[in-house]
């Protein structure tokens, strides 16, 4: 197998969910060689598509990762899964792959993920392969497929191979590049062999030919000036000018088949090999200098050794692999680096290439290649491992924040630790899935991608554990706060026996800037409180704070003045003064006009046009305040808005009904704003039925 940078090359192949992506890379490792009978999605046992959830639902899930050896190199793809709700797989393949292998159903043609795949793909300036797939089935279309990928990403595709016939009439695919058809094989587990091209297919070919050569002669005046003079480009120079074209992202090169049929993957995958970018030749890779400073790297394997872990993988049979993409040296067994992230030494065991889920231990891997570290404990996804002096650590992966979240506990109490631990688990996995214990809530918060996705987290959890969770709308975390300025007095006395408690307070509450939080003014003249009685005071405002008198939430914003007070010289106590305290802030804020304060959310909404009407009047009733709309291309527009989180608990699994599942949207925190009327004294029941609540289950 191929051991040196040059001959290493890394596609990812992704589009949207079901357009045959699996199948058709099942079928380019058995034309390639790499295996020797292709399966199929029904049978289950693709070498992509592998986990027990892979199989049970006939989706990807996961990344994964295989190679085939073909002419001299080694050509390695990531399969990635087309569903949303596993978009942190996708996003990281691309990261790691040096060119993109992209699916378009003929039917179907280009759909939303695809939409949203592409434009990420722009933004990483990675070059494309269009495959138009399952030219097999009915109504299927080559030449609309990609009139709609050019009307909707604005670039001209050019066919690399075309259909012969379509559908029910579909009977394999001509390589235009090298002049010759493939017919589909009788069944789907025999080779494509090349045979001549047939004579009614002739004019077709020779038009898709001089498309050919114009592409591969623009932006270069030697070639262009040849083709103009001669009317033809040799095979040779078509691809020299391909490739250039191709790296630069001039030229997107398109191709037909049928992967179920193992029809169109012979010339695929002479394609790949020819103009894939070897990974020295690409961009500088970003990195952080140790002392945090910007600079890039270059995939060299003639440096010492750094490598990316783009991904972790708790297996039940293989137990903890680590996926690394190398960009400088090698990565050896008992090779020592360094984890950038803390220092620590991470000593190398034994190193592993991937076919699917079998494990093919190697000698190295160098520069450029992807591959797998078996049970490195220490290791995460995004560390860098470096055997550098001084040692740089690449960008961490930027995924979209989860936006469907949820409260979790675990139905019998005693087992919370152990929920805790495994959604911990499944986050490391999975960074688009996190797990956080809100304070103000005192829940924990599970929050994911989608419903999909976490649903499959949970039963793998209870498969496993076989622990019991139960799952809710979170709680939001209101706020108070005052509007007014306002004071009270309050005296704290008791007579109990002996000894007695004895504290007076006078406070001056007003409001402050949001975000400021707690303030403390201390405006005692003379000697009426002790000082030693001062941090008293101070821990009954902040606990009075903690519970504020409207219903029950966290107060913020208050300033609070001390103006007067008593002391007694023999009853007076730091316990007396914090007892006082939280009663004069009480009664205070009582005075000062409180408010409910609820948390607003910045919104980016992305739809396709047809249901930009539905999504936005469905905004207004949820609060919402649009503040701008943006065409993106491709028939998607982005809304900007703002809205009250208490609208958007269940906005995921809305705004997918609404939009048959091709919605999505962005959400973070931006303030927290008043409410008043209905709207606040709903709340304020609510709270009152939770306190009964959990005073009855106490
Ligand atoms: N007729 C026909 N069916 C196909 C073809 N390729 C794939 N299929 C079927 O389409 C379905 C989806 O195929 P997959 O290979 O799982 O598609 P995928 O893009 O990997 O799907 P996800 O990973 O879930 O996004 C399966 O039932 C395949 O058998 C094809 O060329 N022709
Ligand atoms: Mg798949």
Redesign the pocket.
Known sequence: MANSTDLIRNVAIA?H????????LEHLLFQGGAIAKPE???SGRTVS?YGDEEIAR???IHASLSHVAYKDLKINFL?T???SDFVGDVILAFRACEAALV?VDAKAGVQIETIKLWRNLDGRKKPRLVFV??L??ERASFDGALADVKGKFKVNPVAITIPMGEAASFRGVIDVLNNVAYSAPASHDQREAPGPVPADMAAAVAECRSKLFEAAAEGDDGLMEKYLGEGELSQEETLKGLKEAFAAGRVFPAFAG????NSGTAALLDFIASIAPNPAFLAPEPVFEHEGQLSSVTVDPSKPAAALVIKTQIDQFSGRLSYVKVFTGKLAPDLELINVRDGRKEKLGKVYTLQGKKLEEVKELVAGDIGVLAKAMDLKTNDTISAFDKPFFFHKLRLPTPVHTLAIAAVNKKEEDKLNENLVKAAEEDLTFQVTFNIETKETVIAGTGELQINMILERIKAATKIQAETRVPRVAYRETITKKASAEYTHKKQTGGHGQYAKVVFDVEPVERGAGYKFDNKLFGQSVSKGFIPGIEKGIRQAMEMGVVAGYPVVDVKTSITDGKEHPVDSSEMAFKIASRGAFREATKNAAPVLLEPIMNLKVFVEEKNLGDVMSDLSGRRGRISGQNPLGGGIVEIDAQAPQAELLRYAIDLRSMTSGTGSFEVDFDHYSPITGKIADDVVKAAAAFRVHVEEEE
């Open positions: 589009g969910g079901g357009t045959g992506k699996t199948t058709l199929t999605i029904e598509d006939k989706i990807s399969d899964p087309g569903s699916l797939s399952k097999d089935e049928s992967a179920l049929r």
